[in-house]
């Protein structure tokens, strides 16, 4: 099992940006897929992006594509995410989550078995 805790969340003004980080322990961090979700008040859980066990492959949903990148340092075992142009529909709690199977599509909160607290982030208009 691995322990992941987020952080890096805050408020920001609408068109700036903010880096999240997810910090894992436990198991081998670079046998995890990692995953990045987020959830907004009234809503489910809805997910943002993925990156393989190296890092070379990457995949993103739509809503986030071009402005966020995900990345992952194997040897400080962390993952990011890098959001940018932020809107105020962004506004949401912000979770990592880890997997040990990639998907090329479909990616859904039922394919991860560990999560992270939560970050929030705030965007205002």
């Known amino acids: 099992q691995v322990q992941l805790v987020e952080s890096g969340g805050g408020l920001v003004q609408a068109g700036g940006s903010l880096r999240l980080s997810c910090a894992a322990s436990g198991r081998t961090f670079s046998s995890y897929v990692m995953g990045w979700f987020r959830q907004a008040p009234g809503k489910g859980r809805a997910f943002l992006s993925s990156?393989?066990?190296?890092?070379?492959?990457?995949y993103y949903a739509d809503s986030v594509k071009g402005r966020f990148t995900i990345s992952r340092d194997n040897a400080k075992n962390m993952v990011y995410l890098q959001m940018n142009s932020l809107k105020p529909e962004d506004t949401a709690v912000y979770y990592c989550?880890?997997?040990?199977?990639?998907?090329?599509?479909?990616?859904?909160?039922?394919?991860?078995?560990?999560w992270g607290q939560g970050t929030q982030v705030t965007v205002s208009s």
């Open positions: 989550a880890a997997t040990d199977l990639w998907r090329f599509s479909g990616w859904s909160e039922r394919n991860f078995g560990s």
């Open positions: 990156i393989n066990w190296s890092g070379d492959n990457t």
